[in-house]
């Protein structure tokens, strides 16, 4: 039985992965905008996170430092999409998305880090959407619009810096935790929209194959391969 920390759980992926994890019998602790959710388990606790809000995220780190536990798994999973198809960066949207899709993120990351065991794994959920080299093919949303969303690509693309460069510094200072980006695919979801071929249920349980297998740290994953930066 492990303790998983996931951001996001209120719908999407970060819901099923939650599922996921409760239905094999780990605990979870998850995150949404408002603190609700709507649905109940027994080893799931539930906290308020904004993302955008500087204190909304020290609030929520004190509260789980407070509560004592030790995280084996933590998911990056929340994230926004603000772009509506554009193809121009919109500066406004730039900075909305880069808050909560990488230095939210961060912040938060970097403030949960010493409840992380030695053995565990950070998992940042990227998206194929920030691969530099797979701008032109792969599924629907890079290769219909090569030059579209480009506040969510630029926040995913430098999320995967923060994956690389975060799983060199755990390296050098010997702690064993594992940090890896993955790619969940083209999924059904608020985000992913109703044509995305992909239920929240299958790219939930590729991911938490991943997170509990021990691969290798600093690495970009898609169904257990290793992926493009
Ligand atoms: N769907 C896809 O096709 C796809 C593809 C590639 C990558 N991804 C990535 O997969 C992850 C999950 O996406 P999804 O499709 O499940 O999205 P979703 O259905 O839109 O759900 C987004 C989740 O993120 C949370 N969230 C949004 N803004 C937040 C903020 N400011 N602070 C804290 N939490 C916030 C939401 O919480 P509330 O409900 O409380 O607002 C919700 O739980 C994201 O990182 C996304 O970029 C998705």
């Known amino acids: 039985?492990?303790?998983?920390?996931?951001?996001?759980?209120?719908?999407?992926?970060?819901k099923a992965l939650a599922e996921k994890y409760l239905a094999e019998g780990h605990i979870v602790i998850g995150t949404s905008i408002n603190g609700k959710i709507d649905f109940e388990h027994e080893n799931l606790t539930v906290y308020k996170l904004d993302l955008s809000k500087p204190r909304s995220i020290l609030?929520?780190?004190?509260k789980i430092i407070k509560s004592g536990i030790k995280i084996d798994i933590m998911h990056n999973n929340a994230g926004a999409l603000f772009d509506d198809e554009e193809t121009h960066v919109i500066v406004d949207k730039l900075q909305r998305t880069l808050m909560v899709n990488l230095i939210g993120t961060i912040d938060f990351t970097e403030q949960i880090i010493k409840t992380i065991r030695d053995d565990g794994h950070i998992v940042n959920t990227s998206s194929s959407a920030?691969?530099?080299?797979?701008?032109?093919?792969k599924d629907a949303l890079t290769s219909h619009f090569p030059f579209h969303y480009p506040a969510y690509k630029i926040s995913k693309a430098a999320i995967?810096?923060?994956?690389?460069?975060?799983?060199?510094?755990?390296?050098?200072?010997?702690?064993?935790?594992?940090?890896?980006?993955?790619?969940?695919?083209?999924?059904k979801t608020d985000m992913g929209g109703n044509d995305a071929p992909v239920l929240p249920s299958e790219a939930a349980a590729d991911i938490y194959k991943?997170?509990?297998?021990?691969?290798?740290?600093?690495?970009?994953?898609?169904?257990?391969?290793?992926?493009?930066?």
């Open 1 to 14: 039985m492990k303790i998983i920390l996931i951001t996001g759980i209120s719908r999407g992926i970060g």
């Open 59 to 62: 609030k929520c780190i004190k």
């Open 130 to 137: 920030g691969s530099l080299t797979e701008t032109d093919m």
């Open 160 to 187: 995967n810096m923060y994956t690389r460069t975060l799983a060199m510094r755990l390296e050098h200072e010997k702690t064993g935790v594992t940090v890896s980006s993955v790619h969940p695919g083209w999924v």
């Open 210 to 229: 991943l997170a509990l297998s021990k691969p290798e740290t600093g690495q970009f994953w898609f169904k257990g391969q290793k992926y493009p930066w």
